[in-house]
C-alpha cells in the first residue's frame, strides 16, 4: 500500500528553527508538496521537490531524498503564525496526490 | 482576483438529507477535485474531473455525486448513502499539465445532526 509518514504534533520556540520530517512508501514519485494549513482553513502551498536536493524560499526550504524516501521541510527565525498544520503529499505514478496526516506545529514564546 | 470559492462555510443538516456543496474557481484551470479532511487522517479524494463532463471516482467516491458541466465549477452533492458525512469538504483545482500544483477552496463544514 501506499503511506506518508509524519510527526503528530511538533513545539518549537519563537525565532528557533524546526524540522518537519516526511517519510513515503507510494507507487512511483512525480513529485513531493508540502503545503501549510491554518486551523479551519484551506492548504496552502509551500513548495515542491522531484529532483533530490534542497529548495530555498525564504525563511522555508525544502529537502528531498528520494533514495531514501524522505523528505523535512526547515522554519527558520520561527514567528506565532507560523503556527499550523504542514501536510506532507506525494505524487503517485497515476499523478494522484498521497496526503500523510499532517504535523501541527506549536510555537510557543 | 483569481480564486477558489466554496459554499456556504457551514452547513447544517439532517440525516437522511442530500445536501450540495458548491465549487467555482476563475483560475481556467481545466482539472478540479473534491477532497475530505477527517481529525488525524490524511486529506482523501472523493472525485477529481480532468476536463468538462468528464469525472472519475476516488478513493471514497460511495454514497456522493459530482457534475462538472462548466469549466468553473464542480459542485459535490453528499447523499443520504453516505454513512458518515460529517468532515471538512475542500476543493481544489489545477492545470492539466503533469505534476502541477493544487490551489485549494476555503472548504466547507458539513455537519449532519
Known amino acids: 500500500g501506499q503511506n506518508i509518514d509524519q510527526p503528530t504534533e511538533m513545539t518549537a520556540t519563537e525565532g528557533a528553527i524546526v524540522q518537519i520530517n516526511c517519510t513515503y512508501q507510494?507507487?512511483?514519485?512525480?513529485?513531493l508538496f508540502w503545503y501549510q494549513q491554518h486551523a479551519g482553513e484551506a492548504p496552502t502551498f509551500l513548495s515542491y521537490?522531484?529532483l533530490d536536493g534542497l529548495e530555498e524560499k525564504g525563511r522555508f526550504s525544502s529537502f528531498l531524498s528520494r533514495s531514501k524516501g524522505y523528505s523535512y521541510l526547515l522554519l527558520k527565525e520561527l514567528q506565532m503564525k507560523d503556527s499550523a498544520s504542514y501536510l506532507c503529499?506525494?505524487?503517485?505514478?497515476?499523478?494522484?496526490?498521497?496526503w500523510g496526516a499532517g504535523t501541527k506545529l506549536i510555537i510557543k514564546p | 482576483d483569481g480564486g477558489i470559492t466554496q459554499s456556504p462555510k457551514y452547513l447544517f443538516r439532517k440525516e437522511g438529507q442530500n445536501v450540495t456543496l458548491s465549487c467555482e474557481q476563475n483560475?481556467?484551470?481545466?482539472?478540479m477535485y473534491w477532497y475530505r479532511q477527517d481529525p488525524g487522517q490524511g486529506l482523501r479524494l472523493i472525485y477529481y474531473?480532468?476536463?468538462?463532463?468528464?469525472?472519475q471516482k476516488g478513493d471514497i467516491a460511495e454514497g456522493y455525486s459530482v457534475s462538472r458541466e462548466k469549466k468553473e465549477s464542480f459542485p459535490l452533492t453528499v447523499t443520504s448513502a453516505q454513512k458518515n458525512p460529517t468532515a471538512f469538504y475542500l476543493c481544489?483545482?489545477?492545470?492539466?499539465?503533469?505534476?502541477?500544483?493544487?490551489?485549494f477552496g476555503p472548504g466547507t463544514r458539513l455537519t449532519v445532526l
Open positions: 481544489a483545482s489545477s492545470t492539466n499539465q503533469e505534476a502541477d500544483t493544487q490551489y
Open positions: 483560475l481556467n484551470h481545466d482539472a
Open positions: 474531473s480532468q476536463i468538462v463532463n468528464d469525472f
Open positions: 507510494t507507487s512511483g514519485f512525480n513529485g
Open positions: 521537490n522531484v
Open positions: 503529499a506525494v505524487m503517485d505514478s497515476n499523478y494522484q496526490l498521497i
